[in-house]
């Protein structure tokens, strides 16, 4: 009995290290996941407890949180993945494709478009231009909400 109750300590310290350690690292989609494992291995206890009030945290800070859903080349503006369904996908954005101004802010780096889309909220809709084939193409993007994370 003194194992098991050993081995629950380690399992919770550890899911609660890793939760914490996810977020810290900006990836809260995966952090949730970690409360989310936490919460049901701990349900009825002051730990699941914790872990479902972290849920629930985590959840609203993922619904409040601009999302594209694609990935760019290296640190260039060049798109070089598309999630699938995603805000971008739903837009026509494809890989190859440059990013040069999201709404009405110029960017030359991702971190530049990674603030102007800051300022947004998931359910705005925004003109991104993109250069494809050496030209110019606009295109509206409606912002989503990063996809959850069940996998834990």
């Known amino acids: 009995r003194l194992m098991e109750e050993q081995a629950g300590a380690d399992e919770r310290r550890t899911l609660t290290a890793r939760a914490r350690a996810l977020e810290g690292f900006g990836r809260p989609g995966e952090a949730l996941g970690a409360w989310q494992a936490l919460a049901r291995s701990q349900a009825g206890t002051p730990a699941g407890r914790e872990a479902a009030g972290e849920v629930k945290r985590l959840a609203g800070v993922l619904a409040r949180t601009p999302y594209l859903?694609?990935?760019?080349?290296?640190?260039?503006?060049?798109?070089?993945?598309?999630?699938?369904?995603?805000?971008?996908?739903r837009a026509g954005l494809?890989?190859?494709?440059?990013?040069?101004?999201?709404?009405?802010?110029?960017?030359?780096?991702?971190?530049?478009?990674?603030?102007?889309?800051?300022?947004?909220?998931?359910?705005?809709?925004?003109?991104?231009?993109?250069r494809r084939d050496g030209k110019p193409l606009t295109l509206e993007v409606a912002v989503g909400a990063p996809p959850r994370s069940d996998k834990e």
């Open 94 to 130: 494809r890989p190859g494709d440059e990013v040069v101004q999201l709404g009405a802010v110029r960017v030359h780096a991702p971190a530049d478009l990674r603030r102007a889309l800051g300022a947004h909220k998931p359910g705005d809709k925004l003109a991104v231009v993109v």
């Open 69 to 89: 859903g694609l990935s760019f080349a290296g640190e260039s503006l060049t798109v070089g993945a598309v999630v699938a369904r995603g805000p971008a996908a």
